[in-house]
């Protein structure tokens, strides 16, 4: 079983989505696992304090190491060791690594993966240099904290899970199994809409033929 392990703030913000569609059937079926971690009950503080003002001043708040890192040694009591062959401990982050279908597919072979989602201004350098094995960015834009971005990760990878998607050529078909090779167009049913104004927009005829080796290579044509 994969074990996707998230720390954050707002242990509910993602619940919902982590127990539906092809997540939610992969959780039934055992073969993966969700956990949320409210990174509040790791702060040492009767105000389940999480972040503090950075040193040498600033705008906005820091993360703390202290509650992040007494969350890693509950989810892993026997050690705290980086590297690990069996489990990575992943740092959502704005200035990490660009995630993508290659990574995804490495980090389907590890048993537990570890979030540590930021928030505010981000979070202490320590947790970088010390804690995390990597820094991982999903794409070049600002969001509010790591939830989504991990959650992003935890999807795309449960896919490469034996098991978890339905049908395995949907896997072996789909867009960025080999990278850069994008999907070709799809149509269904029906074959021709006619718009409120009386466009008809018409499925390619080609596809109507039933000829599947003239179909595949136009398929082709179009990634």
């Not at 509910?12 to 990174?39: C, V």
């Not at 989602?117 to 970088?128: A, F, Q, S």
């Not at 080999?178 to 080609?206: C, M, S, W």
Request: aromatic share 8%; with cysteine; net charge positive.
């Amino acid at each position: 079983m994969m074990k996707f392990d998230i720390i954050t703030i707002f242990p509910d913000i993602l619940t919902s989505y982590s127990e539906e569609s092809i997540l939610g059937r992969a959780q039934k079926k055992g073969l993966i696992e969700i956990n949320f971690h409210d990174l509040r009950d790791y702060a040492t503080d009767k105000h389940r304090t999480t972040d503090d003002a950075p040193f040498g001043g600033g705008p906005g708040m820091v993360m703390m190491i202290e509650p992040i890192h007494r969350a890693i040694l509950a989810l892993n009591p026997k050690s705290e060791a980086r590297n690990s062959k069996q489990k990575r401990i992943i740092l959502l982050s704005p200035k990490g690594k660009k995630f993508d279908q290659k990574m995804a597919k490495r980090f389907s072979k590890y048993d537990q993966l570890i979030f540590i989602c930021g928030r505010y201004e981000g979070v202490d350098e320590r947790v970088k240099k010390y804690i995390a094995d990597e820094e991982i960015s999903i794409g070049d834009y600002v969001l509010s904290g790591g939830e989504l971005p991990a959650m992003v990760i935890v999807e795309a990878v449960s896919r490469l899970i034996p098991g978890v998607l339905g049908n395995k050529e949907s896997l072996e078909s789909e867009s960025h199994t080999n990278i850069g090779d994008l999907d070709f167009p799809q149509y269904t049913r029906p074959a021709e809409f006619i718009t409120n104004d009386g466009k008809k927009l018409k499925v390619p005829e080609i596809l109507l033929s039933g000829d599947h080796a003239k179909i595949k290579k136009w398929r082709e044509g179009k990634k």
